[in-house]
């Protein structure tokens, strides 16, 4: 389940981030691109300006010149003196070039030439730009040319050149460039992938430790819950064939069994009522030394059974009034008293103190019992946890403890123990 939400996450964080990554790519790439047409075909029009000066400024066109115009395969130049092609250089008009001129001339005259010539006189020279593609046929130069059709009157006619610049090479730059985008793009989601697979792992470490938590809770409750129910389970079975004296016995025991599952079960629902409803306190002002005094008379007769001496110690002067839950107070140090008495052996004794420092009230219950040892201190707040599982198993479920952090927890308060000078245990409450 854990596993399925991790992937789903990371597949979902991987996508929304892919997405933007790839569409503000693609916002660049494309302001990129227009910024490089426009750049080429500038350049092209301004070589064509120089090249078609040139041409008017020679009067008779050396064969030098036009044949560097042809140079390293950047143009193609063709010139029409009064309609009749001129030949020069190592130029040779072979098919293909010929073929290119009659398409040229074709797409030229239908799209163009007739609207042209009506806006220009032909008395004086003009040229003109356009970009062409030829859907038909497979030229050696490409299929992508930016032409120019330029018009020069001379003294006895006139020269009409067509000079073309083929632009695949440069239309293969921006398809790299596009691969490279590509790419980077395809690696930066598969990083993106790691890392949130990495990074929802991260973030969904105390879900999975919760359910872990909640796991082993659910087997140890019912492991608690299975001891006292097969004694009733078999208590009830043996009550129809047993005499009067025996049933007595048998019904006491399951009363006896019931109340340890109704105590476990109150105990269970009290940690499960603060996993779920956590700040629900019904905070108010109380006096915690009346608190105190309450708890100490109420556990006065079950520490006088076991011959423990209770006492309490209440700073003279009257304390500031403590806003905290009664109840959940109440709660606390019944659960402090109790283990001190249960883990408490016969003669001992018992001291239950509140001090006011620094703005903080101090609730210290000090035993002189059989003290925990430091291996069980880091471990004695987890639930179902018993330092000793033997010791009064009925009474003693191993969540006292953890109910005690909770209230205090809630209450943004810290609870620790430490050893009583003298053997023991000593357990510290600090509340706000
Ligand atoms: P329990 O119901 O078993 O007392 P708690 O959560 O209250 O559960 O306590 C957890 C364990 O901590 C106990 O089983 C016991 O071993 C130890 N412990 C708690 N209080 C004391 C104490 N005052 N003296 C010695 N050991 C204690």
Not at 50 to 77: D, H, T
Not at 404 to 429: P, R, Y
């Amino acid at each position: 389940m854990i596993k399925k939400v991790h992937l789903r996450l990371t597949l979902v964080c991987t996508a929304v981030t892919g997405a933007i990554v790839i569409a503000m790519t693609l916002l660049y790439l494309y302001v990129s691109e227009s910024n490089m047409r426009e750049n080429h075909y500038y350049a092209f029009q301004n070589d064509m300006n120089n090249i078609i000066n040139g041409l008017k400024a020679q009067s008779v066109l050396s064969n030098y010149y036009l044949a560097s115009l042809e140079a390293g395969g950047r143009y193609l130049v063709f010139i029409e003196d009064n309609g009749t092609p001129l030949l020069y250089g190592n130029i040779v008009e072979n098919k293909e070039r010929i073929e290119l001129l009659e398409k040229v001339k074709d797409y030229y005259q239908s799209s163009y030439e007739i609207s042209h010539s009506s806006v220009v006189s032909t008395q004086s020279s003009y040229h003109f730009d356009f970009t062409y593609t030829i859907a038909e046929g497979n030229f050696s130069m490409g299929q992508d040319f930016y032409v120019c059709v330029a018009y020069i009157p001379t003294g006895n006619g006139s020269l009409t050149a067509y000079i073309l610049a083929p632009v695949s090479s440069f239309y293969r730059q921006l398809s790299r460039q596009r691969l490279l985008f590509a790419a980077v793009n395809l690696f930066s989601l598969v990083l993106f992938y790691l890392f949130f697979y990495r990074f929802t792992s991260h973030l969904l470490r105390p879900v999975v430790e919760s359910q872990e938590k909640q796991n082993s809770f659910i087997a140890s409750a019912s492991h608690e819950l299975r001891t006292p129910l097969s004694v009733i389970l078999s208590c009830a079975a043996l009550i129809p064939e047993s005499d009067k004296e025996k049933q007595a016995q048998f019904c006491h025991t399951i009363r006896q069994e019931g109340g340890v599952m109704k105590r476990l079960l109150s105990e269970m629902l009290s940690l499960a009522d603060f996993d779920s409803r956590g700040m629900d306190l019904h905070k108010e002002a109380h006096e915690l030394d009346t608190l105190i005094l309450n708890c100490v008379e109420t556990f006065e007769p079950m520490a006088k059974e076991k011959n423990i001496r209770l006492s309490s110690t209440l700073p003279d002067s009257s304390l500031p009034l403590c806003i905290c839950d009664k109840h959940k107070i109440e709660q606390l140090l019944a659960i402090l008293v109790h283990n001190a008495i249960s883990y408490t052996n016969e003669g001992g004794a018992i001291g239950v103190s509140l001090k006011y420092v620094k703005k903080r009230f101090i609730i210290s219950v000090a035993d002189s019992g059989i003290g925990i040892s430091d291996e069980d201190k880091k471990r004695i707040f987890e639930r179902f946890y018993r330092a000793d599982a033997s010791h009064n198993a009925k009474e003693h479920f191993g969540l006292g403890l953890s109910i005690a952090q909770s209230i205090v927890k809630q209450h943004h308060g810290k609870l620790k123990v430490t050893d009583t000078e003298g053997g023991g245990s000593t357990f510290i409450v600090e509340l706000g």
